[in-house]
């Protein structure tokens, strides 16, 4: 029986839609269009019966003609279970779906790659690894999305094992690889090296994580990761497996204690754990100083503040200069792997991928311009060719 709403339930939802975000997403952000036309009976028996049989018995026949005849080639499923979204947590699969679709909407916009949002009941590693593998055949690559740490690391690890699609986590790799490319230039931009450069890192989450290996395997001189109980150091009890070998890697000067012990002196700050930084922290860092302060939609100290001491501030925000945002990243990579069909995505893609991003700023650099705009047409284009050229350097495209 049909539900009729309640004149209550329908003042609600009139006064949802004052709000311009929500009337943007009345109805969703998404659609299905065909690409090819169905004018008359002629169409129709070559874009349905009797005239798709004859492409299913040859797929049938040859497995791989699936990524010529079908869309496979060019979708992307945006995989998540809702654990760990944006900055609101663990909100649900539904609660996620807006998410996913904007995800969705970013893809098409800046790469023309089409992309499924699928939000999953489970939060299981293994069932989310089962699930992701039963639905892997009806597409060319899985990004998977807002998954909370430490399971992501292993679903990540456990898909990529058994997958031969490109599997990326976006939460940890897209926003490596835009703080890799920001912060080579804004080493230049201060006239030092990768490796003179010391780091502290706010955040032990899948993004805290991920940026502080892709930094240190980038050449950075040290970095101290801070989690909610202090800086991760060998001997400190209660640390995951993950964060045990962070700090078999990281903070070779053997600091503990708090995230400001461990500014002091410090050239670089990256924060990515909603948490706040005092001024007095940020003001005790090294001079010419490089604050990435990127929780959304709260920095971990207000760019206004950080630019008072700070040569080079950035933020996740796009109200402010610098910003940090996957997007530059996460379209070009998906569509680069896809265009040579690779089977994965390397570290040595990752790493062409920030290098190509940095370059976009050439001689636009200042301190206001370490990383180009997600608008900047030239974005997409270089990470695109880098990553493309990087899978046939690596041996995984097929193309």
């Given at each position: ?6 004149s ?5 939802l009139?006064?949802?839609d ?9 109805g ?7 690409t ?8 129709l ?5 009797p ?6 018995s040859?797929?049938?026949d ?16 945006v995989?998540?279970?809702g ?20 995800k969705?909407l970013l893809?098409k916009?800046?790469a023309?790659v089409?992309?499924v949002?699928?939000?999953?009941d ?5 069932e ?6 039963r639905l ?5 690559g899985i990004n ?12 990540e690890?456990?898909?990529r094992e ?11 790799h897209?926003?490596a690889?835009v ?6 230039n804004a080493?230049r931009?201060?006239?030092r090296s ?10 032990a989450?899948?993004s805290?994580?991920?940026v502080?290996?892709?930094?240190l395997?980038a050449g950075?001189?040290?970095?101290a990761v801070?989690?909610?109980?202090g800086?991760i150091h060998?001997?400190?009890d ?6 045990q070998?962070?700090a ?6 053997g600091?503990s204690?708090s ?15 909603g ?15 490089i604050?990435f302060?990127l929780s959304n939609?709260?920095p ?5 503040i950080?630019r ?6 950035a933020t ?5 200069p610098?910003?940090?945002n996957n997007?530059l ?7 680069g792997?896809?265009?040579v ?5 390397t ?5 062409a991928?920030a290098e190509?991003l940095?370059?976009?700023v050439g001689?636009?650099?200042?301190a ?6 997600p608008?900047?047409e ?7 060719a880098?990553?493309s ?8 495209a097929r193309?």
């Open positions: 029986m049909a539900v009729t709403p309640s209550a339930s329908l003042e609600a009139q006064s949802l004052l709000d311009p975000a929500f009337a943007l997403h009345r969703g952000k998404l659609e299905i269009r065909s090819v036309p169905v004018r008359d009976a002629g169409d028996a070559l874009a349905y019966t005239g798709v049989a004859r492409v299913c040859a797929i049938a040859a497995p791989e003609l699936a990524k010529d005849y079908t869309w496979i080639s060019n979708v992307v499923a995989v998540s279970d654990t760990a979204v944006l900055g609101l947590g663990d909100i649900g699969p539904a609660a996620a779906m807006p998410v996913m679709e904007g969705a893809f916009q800046f023309g089409d992309a949002p699928i939000c999953l489970c939060t299981g590693v293994d989310l690894v089962e699930t992701v593998v892997a055949p009806s597409f060319g998977l999305e807002d998954i909370s740490a430490p399971r992501c690391f292993e679903v690890a456990r898909l058994i997958l031969d699609i490109p599997v990326f986590h976006d939460d940890q897209g926003t690889i703080t890799l490319a920001a912060l080579r080493a931009l201060t006239g990768l490796g003179e450069l010391r780091v502290v890192v706010a955040g989450g899948a805290g994580i991920a502080s290996r892709f930094l395997d950075v001189g040290d970095i801070a989690d909610s109980k800086l060998e001997g400190r209660g640390l995951n497996p993950v964060k070998v962070l078999r890697d990281s903070n070779r000067a600091l204690g995230i400001e012990r461990a500014l002091a002196g410090a050239d670089v700050f990256v924060g990515l754990s948490s706040t930084v005092s001024e007095e922290a940020i003001a005790s860092m090294a001079p010419d100083s604050v302060a939609p709260t971990e100290v207000r760019p206004e950080a008072k001491y700070a040569r080079v501030v996740g925000r796009s109200d402010f610098n910003q940090i997007v990243a996460f379209p070009g990579v998906f569509r792997a896809m265009d069909r690779a089977t994965t995505i570290e040595n893609m990752k790493v991928a190509a940095a370059a976009v001689d636009d650099l200042s206001d311009c370490v990383i180009p705009s608008f900047d030239r974005v997409a284009p270089a990470v695109i880098a990553v050229a990087q899978a046939r350097a690596d041996g995984v193309l």
